[in-house]
């Protein structure tokens, strides 16, 4: 069963779908600002009691730590000098799902809000929720699709721990992408992967291999915003439970290995024109061109790719898969139909006309990852930008000063934190969070004895 978006919790019976169903578990969470769902397993006579209607309650250590669960020191939200108090889960019953491949179990995603009953600014399906709203004031509603693509690793999660995650070995070796033949052998995962998503309410268009051993793509079906954002996080959640019980590990990481293809995390989007439910982004004059709503929208995220690649790139790995020519988005250009941009434009005469920023990596949290670019796109509109000249051939070749994003997460980190614009539409409270959880991964990395440098020094210094 998948409740539909119109469904509110106002008409959602849980004690209806607890008994039809057998539930005696329900997975309830909420999206960290890494994009991990954090929350608790609670009995159903529990949920039906008080949770469902009244929310459960949490630490705000879920804004306080890394994705290690260390605490984040310096943090102007919270800290030991607040004493971690109590956050509020609030169930969202429209995302009530069964889980099918846990027998008796059902999940929930929740918003966040404080104990005073405010949403919480910093939670990452709060600030979709309020660009969304911006969209509607602006006469719109926001469609999305997304590409993941992950590499699936021999062993589990804890059997590479235990070797320190050296000597990685991937499912498959060589590189195959596309290949029917070759994807055969995995068939037997990803056949699963698809038609347990598909039972969980995440549609699954299409999976293939990619270039890397081991690699492969999920492509999920367009959907609103809000929904596709929810049903990212859960396949990448989803992916690696179902992984594990076929005894491998699957990982998002952006770039797993220097000789292997980075993973990426291509956003699809357009809106919808509420008035009369058309694609703004159709041009039915000039099928071969974006709207003037389109190019406008492609300028706006165009204009504010250098001040939010910190929310498409946050990690310090993310950036190992931008450099040189990886079929990753490295410029804050565009083209039509070229994999070798940043925005890939896709115009049609109907609802296909959309654009793909191809910017973010898999390891991207996908709530922040639609609230950049979509804000970044309502800003095009409402300003009226021109995007440049379209990039024809290879991308690549022509990156200029004034065009190349950031290239380390310290650069990406200032960016953010310097841009008025990014403050307006996201929030100043919610900007001056992420960069100082981006400051403190940072810390983390420049602390850290690598086997880079190890190797490199030890014998000739």
């Known amino acids: 069963m998948f409740l539909n978006d119109s469904e509110t919790l106002s008409n959602v019976d849980p004690r209806a779908f607890v008994e039809e169903h057998g539930i005696t578990t329900f997975k309830v969470g909420a999206v960290d600002i890494d994009g991990l769902w954090r929350g608790k397993r609670i009995a ?10 009244k929310g459960t309650n949490i630490c705000n250590i879920l804004f306080g730590w890394d994705l290690q669960d260390e605490p984040i020191s310096g943090l102007t939200y919270t800290g030991y000098q607040s004493g971690y108090p109590d956050v ?13 491949w846990e027998p008796g179990t059902a999940s929930v995603i929740c918003d966040i809000h404080s104990v005073d009953g405010s949403p919480l600014e910093l939670s990452p399906r709060q600030l979709l929720r309020r660009v969304l709203a911006q969209a509607e004031q602006a006469g719109f509603t926001a469609q999305c699709g997304y590409e993941l693509e992950f590499y699936l690793l021999k062993g589990t999660a804890d059997e590479l721990a235990a070797r320190r995650f050296r000597d990685l070995e991937p499912f498959s070796r060589g590189n195959h992408t596309y290949s029917i033949f070759r994807d055969t052998a995995s068939e037997h995962v990803l056949r699963e ?56 590990t699957a990982s998002f990481i952006a770039k797993l290995n220097q000789d292997w293809d980075g993973s990426s995390g291509h956003l699809h989007q357009s809106l919808v024109t509420t008035a009369d439910g058309s694609v703004a982004f159709a041009n039915a004059e000039d099928e ?40 990753a988005g490295s410029s804050a250009t565009w083209g039509f139909d070229n994999r070798t941009v ?11 006309a959309r654009i793909e920023n191809r910017i973010a990596g898999a390891d991207a949290n996908p709530h922040l990852v639609i609230a950049a670019s979509l804000a970044a796109g309502l800003h095009g509109i409402a300003k009226g930008l021109t995007p440049p000249p379209p990039i024809v051939g290879n991308g690549y070749a022509q990156v200029t000063a004034e065009t190349k994003l950031p290239h380390t997460l310290d650069e990406a980190t200032r960016a953010l934190a310097a841009s008025n614009t990014v403050r307006a539409l996201l929030g100043a409270g919610f900007v001056d969070h992420f960069v100082e959880t981006r400051k403190w991964e940072l810390q983390q990395f420049m602390g850290a004895v690598t086997d880079w440098e190890i190797a490199r020094y030890l014998e000739h210094v």
Request: with cysteine; charged share 15%; aromatic share 8%.
């Open 342 to 352: 940043a925005l890939r434009a896709i115009p049609g005469a109907g609802a296909s």
């Open 193 to 248: 992967i698809r038609e347990q998503l598909a039972a969980y309410g995440i549609y699954i268009e299409a999976s293939n291999s990619e270039h890397g051993p081991g690699q492969f793509e999920i492509n999920m079906r367009y959907c609103d915003a809000l929904h596709a954002a929810d049903s990212a996080m859960l396949l990448k959640h989803s992916v690696k439970e179902i992984a594990a019980q076929h005894g491998y």
């Open 88 to 100: 509020t889960l609030v169930p969202d019953l429209s995302t009530l799902k069964l889980v099918p």
């Open 44 to 53: 159903a006579p529990y949920f039906l009691e008080s949770v469902a209607s």
């Open 288 to 327: 071969v061109s974006l709207s003037a709503v389109g190019n406008a929208y492609m300028a706006g995220v165009i204009d504010l790719a250098k001040e939010m690649t910190a929310l498409y790139l946050p990690t310090v790995n993310s950036y190992k898969r931008i450099a040189g020519t990886a079929w």
